[in-house]
C-alpha cells in the first residue's frame, strides 16, 4: 500500500489525529501499512487539505512542507487575541472597522515578497523548546522575523465586522500572521475566525475526502477510489526514462554517468514503475530519494 489520501480534516482535529483516524480506519479491515505520516501541518481549528503519505509516499511528505500552499480565511476587525485566532483570549480591542474598499486597496501591499513575524503560539523551537508551550506557560515569546512570499492575495467578502480572503502563499507562511498585520496596517487589530486549506503543493480540495467517506469506501472494499498514486505527489517531476542496468544502479544508490538529459530534478521510472526521485547535474545523476516498487 503505497500512496497518497488526501483528506479533508475537520475542524477540532490536528493532523496527527487525522492521520491516527487513517490509520485506524484501513487496520479495521485488514490493511496494516508499514510507515504512515502527514505532509504539512493543520492547526485544530483550520479544515482542508492533508496530504497522508502512505507506505514509499512517505518519503515525499517532506516535499509537501516546501510547497505552495493555498487558503482561504476570514479575519475579524476589532479583536486581537493571545492566539490571533478563535481560540486566545482577547488582549486589544478596537473600534475601527474597515471599508470594503480600504481593504482592497492594501492588498498589494502584502502580496509579493514580505517579512513577516509567526504567533507566538506556533510550533516553531526556541532554544529546544516549542514556542507554543512558552507562551501557555506565560514566557514572552519573541521570534525572528522571516521572509515568505504571498503569491496571490484577494478579497472574497466583506462586512462591517469581517472579511474574507484566498491567498495562495510559499512555505513558512502563517496566514495568523497576515491576518494580524493586515488588520494592524488598516489602523485596527483582528484575529482569523475561519481557516481552510484549499491547495498543498499539487494537491487540492476537489481530491479531499471526508473521514466518513474514507471509512465509508474502505469498509466497502474500494480504497483504490481515493488512494493516490505516489507519483500524484510529484506532478510537477518530469519523468526520465531508464533501462533495467540503470534502474539496478540507482536502487543501489549508486550514481549514473553520461546521461544527456538537462540538468533538474526528475522521477527515474522503469516503465511505469518509479525508481527513484533523482538530480540530474552536468557530471551525473544521483539519488535524492529511492523508492522501493515492484
Not at 144 to 159: C, K, M
Request: charge should be neutral; hydrophobic fraction near 45%; proline fraction near 6%.
Amino acid at each position: 500500500m503505497n500512496g497518497w489520501i488526501i483528506l479533508d480534516k475537520p475542524l477540532g482535529l490536528s493532523s496527527a489525529q487525522g492521520v491516527a483516524a487513517v490509520k485506524r480506519i484501513v487496520r479495521g479491515v485488514g490493511i496494516r501499512p508499514d510507515r504512515i505520516g502527514h505532509g504539512g501541518t493543520l492547526d485544530p481549528l483550520a479544515t482542508g487539505v492533508l496530504p497522508i503519505a502512505i507506505g514509499e509516499a512517505t518519503k515525499l511528505a517532506g516535499r509537501m512542507l516546501d510547497a505552495t500552499k493555498g487558503y482561504d480565511f476570514t479575519v475579524k476587525w476589532g479583536v486581537a487575541t493571545t492566539t490571533e485566532d478563535a481560540e486566545g483570549a482577547v488582549v486589544t480591542t478596537s473600534d475601527l472597522r474597515p471599508t470594503e474598499a480600504a481593504v482592497a486597496a492594501i492588498l498589494p501591499r502584502f502580496t509579493g515578497p514580505i517579512a513577516q513575524v509567526p504567533p507566538a503560539y506556533s510550533a516553531l523551537k526556541i532554544d529546544g523548546q516549542r514556542a507554543y508551550a512558552l507562551a501557555r506557560a506565560g514566557e514572552t515569546v519573541e521570534l525572528a522575523t522571516r521572509h515568505v512570499t504571498i503569491h496571490d492575495l484577494h478579497l472574497r467578502e466583506s462586512t462591517p465586522e469581517d472579511a474574507t480572503f484566498s491567498a495562495t502563499v510559499s512555505k513558512g507562511t502563517y496566514i495568523r500572521s497576515l491576518a494580524r498585520d493586515l488588520a494592524l496596517a488598516l489602523g485596527s487589530v483582528g484575529h482569523v475566525t475561519m481557516l481552510r486549506r484549499t491547495r498543498a503543493g499539487p494537491f487540492r480540495l476537489d481530491q479531499a475526502i471526508s473521514l466518513d467517506k474514507f471509512e465509508s469506501l474502505v469498509q466497502g472494499a474500494q480504497l483504490e477510489q481515493v488512494l493516490l498514486p505516489l507519483m500524484a505527489g510529484l506532478d510537477d517531476i518530469p519523468a526520465l526514462a531508464i533501462d533495467p542496468e540503470q534502474a539496478a544502479a540507482l536502487r543501489q544508490g549508486r550514481r549514473l554517468f553520461g546521461h544527456p538529459a538537462s540538468p533538474g530534478t526528475y522521477l527515474a521510472c522503469l516503465g511505469p514503475v518509479p525508481v527513484a526521485l533523482v538530480e540530474i547535474d552536468p557530471e551525473a545523476v544521483r539519488v535524492l530519494r529511492g523508492f522501493n516498487l515492484e
